[in-house]
């Protein structure tokens, strides 16, 4: 069960957690170390997950099946207000599960909080069934501030020479 953290102001997020300028530059270059690392497979298109979804597994209560149902709803979520809505049966094909295997992963997923399942609505003259995450987003915002914490209580403190 995840423990219910409350959540911080901006102004009361210690310093420490706060993103350095180090942290900043370092996503500008992302995207040229990603091209580094992958090349050209990200042509065929990459999604951006926050690493706590990983690190905080557990601690979320997420089992590998509903992490890669996730992923794959979130790999259909390219803008902020166009919600994912990829059919139970594509993500089943995708993992070689039957489609009802996924439909009550999805309904523990919605029952977890983790997400909603719109009703049907047309879009682009077709019926689709959104998937809404706030619920995950949350959740990720409560656990990365714990793991923020922890990973920064546990760097080594800078080392201080005196020139005198």
């Known amino acids: 069960m995840l423990a219910k953290i409350e959540p911080l102001a901006a102004a009361e997020i210690p310093l ?54 996730l992923l794959n709803i979130t790999t259909h979520w390219w803008e902020y207000d166009d919600l994912p809505h990829p059919r139970p049966s594509v993500i089943a094909r995708r993992m070689n599960l039957s489609t009802r295997t996924v439909e009550r992963r999805l309904a523990h997923l919605q029952q977890s909080g983790f997400l909603r399942r719109l009703e049907a609505r047309r ?37 201080v020479i005196d020139a005198d």
């Open 123 to 159: 879009k682009n003259g077709r019926m689709v069934r959104p998937y809404d995450l706030s619920g995950l987003v949350e959740k990720l915002k409560e656990v990365s501030m714990m793991n923020l914490i922890q990973r920064r209580a546990l760097r080594p403190s800078p080392t």
């Open 16 to 69: 420490a957690v706060q993103p350095t300028f180090r942290e900043e530059n370092e996503q500008d270059a992302a995207g040229k170390i990603a091209r580094m690392k992958w090349g050209n497979s990200l042509n065929s298109g990459f999604q951006i997950i926050p690493d706590v979804l990983f690190r905080c597994q557990k601690i979320l209560g997420l089992e590998v099946i509903d992490l890669v149902i």
